[in-house]
């Protein structure tokens, strides 16, 4: 709600001149037409009030609320009018008309309080159960006004016992229902500021609040002992009924003013300082209602119909849509939008460059850890082979100081150990990258090494199982068996059969014939050495070594179990 200066509204005008008219009319004698005629622009300022609500009243719920509250209004007005014209030869009609007079009354702050409850809701809401529950009570306060003539607990005859025609006392329930009527309007009034969160109404609060209290004032003045007004210069000016009616109009009155109570007052003002960016044109295209914010539409723009969208530059979108009588067309600045398309453009480039630092960061740690393992896996291989590789070049250093024989058998022994060397080196290499080895490999590494031996005239062969793969460690344990085995018995060894068999665990089985004429001494101590590496190396499931016979040995070395999903069985 705008906090400028508002017009006084047209309707709160008409309702004056029409309430000033109808008081003007009591100055009148009390003939008929004219003192009646007081009671029917009432009437008609009345009909005129609901009218307007219903024209200017936005909320559903409320708007019917408030025409019901108008309608008890006209009530009473009519009721004033039958009891005062139409009812003078009649105590118990008049009686009765006295008393249909509080059904208004009781009604129309229950109405109001409704119509407060509902602010700020939506129009398909209705009020609480805890609200809707108050009509109990007015209806049980309307029922003990009409069955008054049977307990007088709201006007009693004064004396007790005559008739309730004359003079008369009020009750109890006379007062209970002068609360309610009274004080209504101000919990009316409390709800209602109560459930408005919008800082203009908040600031006018006196506004409906002055309206309540300059009625009560009033009602106070002109109270009469009977149920009219006070009489003045003979001429009962302003009744109760009058004064009451119009503490109600004046007071929603307010409460619209203010704009406690949604309108479509000034709308047209709200919608030129609003912020929407907007135009209404008339068939024709011409400008209607504009917002201060609003540019112009360029013409090309202005001959479109029907619902759309014009870009007409980067910074600014036109919409427009038809609507009865014509067109409206709304901009929407996208300078904004723009700017954040172009710093998301800006940060995804960036982004892309990080990422593609990231990316390369990335792939140079991956080459860097791949040739950190490399390294590693090859100082491991290095540190493996290394004392083979001094073995070899002391004994071809020893070549030239030998004789042709001892020196092509030393050159033989450093062929073995060569292969030896290489293919260490290639079962660790392949070993790593598989995380295991095939006997298929072991299988490979025996036979090479053992075709030297076989040039030296050692008869040698190995037979494999079925193919089964095997940790590295055991794969590498068992050739190394083999390699110290066929390196410390080459000169002694005429004989070496190997077999692989691929049981639940692999087993290496070698048998071992003497040469003829190799000393038997050196063949105990070999003997003897090949126990004492098999318990210093360990790492053997089970290991055995058997000699039924002075030249001939039998060594079995278990490792451990194939890797799952291997095949098994001896060959």
């Known amino acids: 709600m705008s906090e400028e200066k508002k017009r006084f509204p047209k309707c709160i005008t008409v309702i004056i001149v029409l309430y000033a008219a109808g008081v003007g009319f009591r100055f009148q004698s009390g003939d008929f037409p004219l003192f009646s005629l007081s009671v029917l622009v009432c009437c008609a300022a009345c009909i005129y009030w609901a009218v307007s609500i219903r024209l200017r009243i936005t909320h559903a719920r409320q708007r019917r609320l408030l025409i019901s509250i ?109 609360v309610w009527n009274y004080g209504m309007p101000v919990f009316v009034l409390l709800a209602a500021f109560r459930r408005c969160s919008v800082t203009y109404p908040r600031k006018h609060a006196l506004r409906p609040l002055l309206v309540t209290v300059t009625g009560f004032l009033f009602m106070l003045i002109f109270y009469g002992s009977a149920s009219g007004g006070r009489k003045i210069f003979g001429i009962e000016i302003l009744t109760f009924q009058m004064l009451w009616n119009m503490m109600q109009v004046f007071f929603w009155e307010e409460c619209i003013f203010i704009g406690l109570i949604p309108s479509n007052i000034d709308h047209g003002t709200i919608f030129k300082n609003s912020r929407v960016r907007a135009l209404i044109l008339d068939n024709n295209g011409n400008t209607v209602f504009s917002s201060n914010e609003a540019g112009p539409v360029p013409e090309k723009v202005r001959k479109k119909t029907g619902n759309f969208i014009a870009v007409t530059d980067e910074d600014t979108k036109i919409c427009g849509r038809s609507i009865p009588g014509g067109f409206i067309y709304w901009q929407e600045d996208m300078s904004a939008v723009t700017a954040i398309n172009r710093e998301l453009a800006e ?55 030998l004789s042709a024989n001892e020196s092509d058998t030393a050159i033989l022994l450093s062929a073995v150990i060569t292969a030896y060397i290489k293919r260490t080196a290639n079962l660790m290499l392949v070993g790593r990258e598989k995380g295991s080895l095939s006997t298929e490999d072991l299988k490979l590494a025996l036979n090479e090494s053992l075709e030297y031996a076989k040039l030296y005239g050692i008869m040698a062969d190995a037979a494999p199982g079925k193919k089964a793969d095997y940790p590295l460690l055991s794969v590498l344990s068992a050739y ?90 001896m060959a």
């Not at 073995?391 to 030239?400: A, E």
């Not at 001494?521 to 070594?545: C, H, N, P, Q």
């Open 70 to 178: 108008a309608g008890m209004i006209l009530l009473l007005h009519f009721l004033q009018f039958l009891r005062y014209n139409f009812a003078d030869g009649s105590p118990v009609f008049l009686r009765y008309l006295w008393y249909l007079y509080y059904i208004p009354m009781i009604l129309a702050p229950l109405f109001g309080l409704w119509a407060a409850v509902l602010i700020g809701r939506p129009e398909n809401e209705r009020p609480g159960p805890g609200w809707l529950l108050l009509s109990v009570p007015a209806l049980i306060l309307i029922a003990g006004v009409l069955t008054n003539d049977l307990h007088y607990l709201v006007f009693a005859p004064d004396p007790p016992g005559t008739a309730l025609a004359g003079d008369y006392t009020r009750g109890i329930l006379f007062y209970i229902v002068s």
């Open 347 to 401: 940060t995804g480039r960036r982004l892309q460059e990080e990422n593609t630092l990231i990316s390369g960061e990335n792939e140079l740690k991956s080459e860097q850890a791949r040739l950190e393992t490399a390294n590693r896996l090859y100082d491991e291989i290095d540190a493996k082979v290394s004392p083979k590789c001094e073995k070899v070049k002391k004994l071809l250093s020893r070549t030239k100081d």
């Open 480 to 569: 190394d068996l083999f390699e110290e085995i066929l390196e410390n018995g080459f000169y002694l060894i005429g004989a070496f059969m190997v077999w692989i068999e691929t049981k639940e665990y692999m087993e290496l089985r070698m048998e071992l014939a003497k040469k003829v004429e190799a000393d038997e001494d050196r063949w105990m101590i070999f003997k003897e050495r090949i126990r004492d590496y098999a318990v210093k190396t360990g790492g053997y499931r089970l290991f055995s070594m058997d000699s039924e016979e002075e030249e001939t040995v039998m060594i079995r070395a278990s490792f451990s179990a194939a890797l799952s999903g291997s095949g098994g069985g």
